[in-house]
């Protein structure tokens, strides 16, 4: 199952993701900044940058990154609900660390929302 993640940057960061993940044609607007100052990766994955933007190195970028998980993968926080209907927290631990023959479904925190991943003895699609 893959799930969808925002992640914050810094410049080195964003640029070493940007090549790792092949990443063409994409702005990157710094967090909190004006629209109209950008980084952007031109279609030959070069880095542009506005003559008159200036980055500090306290400067981040946000990107939507795709992100594999398994059974395996351990959250901040995860939700069990159990066939009874009770509910569980559990924080810094995998499904696999928690789930029993009671469990109906975990929930996981991704980007401050609770997901379902887990249903049924399966990861969702």
Not at 58 to 64: G, R, S, Y
Not at 77 to 87: A, F, H, P, Q, V
Request: include cysteine; charged fraction near 35%.
């Amino acid at each position: 199952m893959k799930i969808k993640t925002k992640k914050t940057m810094n410049l080195p960061q964003l640029i070493e993701w940007a090549w790792d993940n092949d990443v063409k044609n994409e702005r990157f607007v710094r967090t909190n900044a004006n629209p109209f100052e950008y980084v952007w990766i031109n279609e030959s994955s070069d880095i542009e940058l506005d003559e008159d933007m200036r980055i500090s190195k306290h400067d981040t970028f946000t990107v939507e990154t795709f992100e594999e998980i398994t059974e395996d993968t351990v959250f901040e926080k995860l939700l069990e609900i159990r066939g009874s209907g009770t509910i569980y927290p559990h924080y810094l631990e995998a499904i696999n660390d928690e789930m029993d023959d009671f469990s109906k479904e975990f929930h996981a925190c991704i980007d401050g929302e609770f997901k379902l991943i887990w249903r049924d003895g399966k990861l969702g699609e």
